[in-house]
């Protein structure tokens, strides 16, 4: 009932849509033409039949542009002109409000913000991160799970069980520990729900909406982390705020990658989402001669004899070398020379996968009552689909 | 005259709109009800002397009704406060409710003695930090699944992710872990007779410098990521990087980088002339050596794979097997 109710609105609207675009067509065409609209015809069979007509004519119109543009473009590259430009698509990243927060590379205030505040110390003074995990007073099903993934994500984090201890009294604790951050992982129904970051000795309390968890046993082909320290990579993050919370993720890690290892952890940013990633990585490089596919394919056969878990790592990327190479072979866009050759990153995906919203972040440690909050989600922020805080 | 039996009887048998009824029994909802249970003896309305306890802010207050004020409701209810201590106020109510019926006396103690009970948990419990449950209503739960799902859309993750890597290699952040396009592979292999031994020192402050200079990259990749600036270092650092790594493998005694780096040149000279124009035969000839060789090879990589679990080394001493074949192949 509701969808129908919404495909009449929709009608209508269009209809007044059409009625606009008709007033303007009159005026520009200076005809006394009288356009019937269909919102004007009484009779539905008659009224759908010739909105159902004007749409088909809409559609055709649409195909016939295109049509004109592919070949234009066409014949401009067959000429040896330049192909006239594409239009760039209409996304919502491309439209977002602008936003004044937005941090810009040559913002001297914000380097001296990130001098001075809580992170700076763990992230250029390079002292180690050390994180205690934690979860909320019950914990149950795919709570564990997590947090013993979360444990091999992260270098140097130390799990507690929750026990009846206050927040603030497992602070203090950690705080005598020497710990840098505190995570507690919190659990509604049986699933792991909302995330908890809080930095020490004074760091801000960020809190964060988990969802949409996949542990590393529900991936498929999934691989298994190394225990060296990983790559961080943190896409998106625009604003202040943004800066903010993506330094606070940063100070997780340790600031001291060890590349050899090809872990990547990627927190992504997109529309005030953040998604976990974690892989392992191998850029290759190959050369498209026809001997080397080759060679990979008979070499494969025969490595396949022994079958072992680091072994299926490397016949992934001798395969993929060969079935890359076949595959791009075709594409000239990134040749630099007549051999052909391309860099490209195949990742294995290991670790759980999530995603994070960000509700509330405030200044100081644990503290909801008397806390000042730097930045809380209401619902009216939700009103514009192109505005973002991240 | 008193009327108690009459309202009883209507009370009972009628409607009480105080009486709720469950399966374990009949309960009275009169906050006035001693003891909670819709009763001949416990109903407030049906008798004309009753006393309770009720409590207003923590406080305890003794309530008493007697027939002498039936007939002004205004001032039906007596109240005497009671003190905090128990036993005290177990004295006043004695007092009280001296010459009551014996049943309304200890059913207002019971209260009591239930009340000063509660009385004290609820403080414990304020205490403690208990966790609030909030609603969020469905709407709003229904539209954030879907703008997290159109987000993960728009992010094209493995992309972006690569995208990130790639450029990072190109800047030279890797230093020399991974392979390099054989083009710059070639110009460095050109320079690489002439300034070999001097680079050396400048190579190793060049990594330290690498190294040290990390946490800002990050925070500059960030930015970059922000103002949307692409910062186009790929040609300098490249060549930077090719040196290094050139003079890396020469001054770093490591066998297997060595012969990586001959395998690899033959590799070039071998695509360069060839073009696959031969590669039938190539390939007899490779099957031919690979079945002659592997014995050899099984113990090598099988000792490879089980000496050490480091996905790297063995990604490393693979190739370096391949591309020792390689050079088999060319020299024969």
Redesign the interface.
């Known amino acids: 009932m509701g969808a129908k109710r919404k495909k009449s609105e929709g009608e209508e609207l269009l209809n007044e849509g059409e009625k606009e675009n008709d007033k303007n067509n009159e005026n520009i065409s200076k005809k006394m033409k009288k356009e019937i609209l269909p919102s004007m015809i009484k009779n539905k069979e008659k009224r759908s039949a010739v909105h159902a007509k004007l749409k088909h004519q809409k559609k055709v119109e649409k195909r016939k542009k295109l049509k004109a543009r592919d070949a234009a473009e066409k014949r401009a590259l067959e000429l040896g002109e330049e192909p006239p430009a594409r239009m760039t698509p209409r996304t919502i990243e491309n439209t977002r409000e602008p936003d004044e927060t937005v941090c810009r590379p040559d913002d001297d205030e914000l380097f001296a913000g990130n001098d001075a505040d809580e992170f700076s110390s763990i992230l250029k003074q390079g002292c180690a991160p050390k994180i205690l995990i934690t979860t909320c007073r019950f914990n149950s099903s795919r709570g564990p799970a997590f947090i013993s993934e979360l444990l091999s994500v992260i270098p140097n984090s130390h799990y507690y069980k929750r026990g009846t201890y206050d927040l603030k009294k497992i602070i203090e604790y950690a705080k005598k520990k020497d710990f840098t951050s505190i995570i507690v992982v919190h659990t509604n129904r049986r699933e792991p729900d909302a995330l908890l970051i809080i930095g020490l000795p004074d760091g801000p309390t960020a809190h964060f909406k988990l969802s949409k968890l996949v542990l590393r046993k529900d991936i498929k082909n999934h691989g298994n982390p190394t225990g060296h320290i990983p790559e961080l990579v943190l896409n998106n993050f625009a604003t202040r705020l943004g800066h903010r919370v993506g330094r606070l993720i940063q100070s997780l890690f340790p600031q001291s990658p060890e590349f050899r290892g090809r872990r990547v952890v990627t927190f992504h940013n997109q529309r005030d989402f953040i998604f976990f990633r974690h892989h392992r990585c191998v850029p290759l490089e190959f050369i498209s001669c026809y001997m080397w596919t080759i060679l990979c394919s008979y070499l494969t056969s025969i490595m396949k004899a022994f079958c072992y878990y680091e072994c299926r790592y490397i016949f992934e990327t001798k395969e993929s070398k060969g079935s890359d190479a076949n595959g791009k072979k075709a594409k000239d866009a990134k040749s630099e020379k007549t051999s052909q050759q391309k860099v490209i990153t195949r990742l294995q995906e290991c670790g759980p996968r999530f995603t994070l919203k960000l509700v509330s972040l405030q200044h100081g440690t644990f503290d909801t009552k008397g806390g000042e909050f730097e930045w809380v989600h209401k619902p009216e922020m939700d009103t514009s689909r192109r505005r973002f805080f991240l | 005259m008193q009327h108690d039996e009459v309202i009883w009887q209507v009370i009972r048998h009628n409607h009480c709109s105080f009486m709720a009824k469950i399966e374990t029994g009949k309960f009275c909802r009169n906050p006035y009800n001693v003891t909670g249970i819709c009763n001949r003896s416990s109903c407030p309305l049906a008798n004309s002397r009753y006393a309770t306890i009720r409590d207003h802010d923590g406080v305890f207050y003794l309530y008493m009704k007697t027939i002498e004020r039936a007939h002004q409701p205004n001032q039906l209810w007596e109240r005497v406060k009671l003190p905090r201590n128990y036993e005290k106020a177990l004295e006043i109510i004695d007092k009280n409710l001296m010459y009551w019926p014996k049943f309304l006396v200890h059913k207002t103690k019971q209260r009591l003695t239930k009340m000063t009970q509660m009385r004290i948990r609820m403080r414990k419990l304020a205490l403690?930090?208990r966790?609030k449950i909030m609603t969020t209503p469905r709407k709003?739960k229904k539209?954030?699944?879907r703008?997290?799902e159109?987000?993960?859309k728009?992010?094209v993750?493995?992309k972006?992710?690569?995208k990130?890597?790639?450029e990072r290699?190109k800047k030279g952040?890797?230093?020399d872990?991974?392979?390099?396009?054989?083009?710059k592979y070639n110009e460095i292999l050109d320079k690489e007779q002439l300034a070999a031994d001097d680079i050396e020192e400048d190579e190793e402050e060049a990594e330290i410098e690498f190294?040290e200079g990390?946490?800002d990259l990050?925070?500059?990749e960030?930015?970059?990521?922000?103002?949307g600036?692409a910062v186009n270092k790929s040609s300098l650092d490249d060549d930077d990087v090719g040196l290094d790594d050139n003079d890396d493998e020469e001054t770093v005694a490591v066998d297997h980088k060595r012969v990586r780096r001959e395998s690899s040149l033959a590799?070039?000279k071998?695509?360069?002339d060839?073009g696959?124009t031969k590669?039938k035969k190539?390939?007899r000839v490779?099957?031919e050596i690979?079945m002659e060789d592997?014995r050899q090879s099984?113990e090598s990589?099988?000792g490879v794979?089980a000496s050490f679990?480091?996905?790297?080394q063995?990604?490393r001493q693979?190739q370096e097997f391949?591309l020792s074949?390689?050079d088999r192949v060319a020299t024969c």
């Open positions: 403690k930090t966790e709003e539209r954030e699944a703008r997290e159109k987000a993960e728009a992010a993750l493995d972006s992710i690569e990130e890597l790639l290699l952040v890797y230093g872990i991974y392979n390099y396009p054989a083009d190294v990390y946490d990050e925070e500059e960030d930015i970059e990521d922000f103002g600036l590799l070039r071998l695509g360069n060839e696959g590669p190539k390939a490779l099957v690979l592997r099984t990589v099988r794979f679990r480091d996905c790297e063995v990604h693979s391949l074949l390689i």
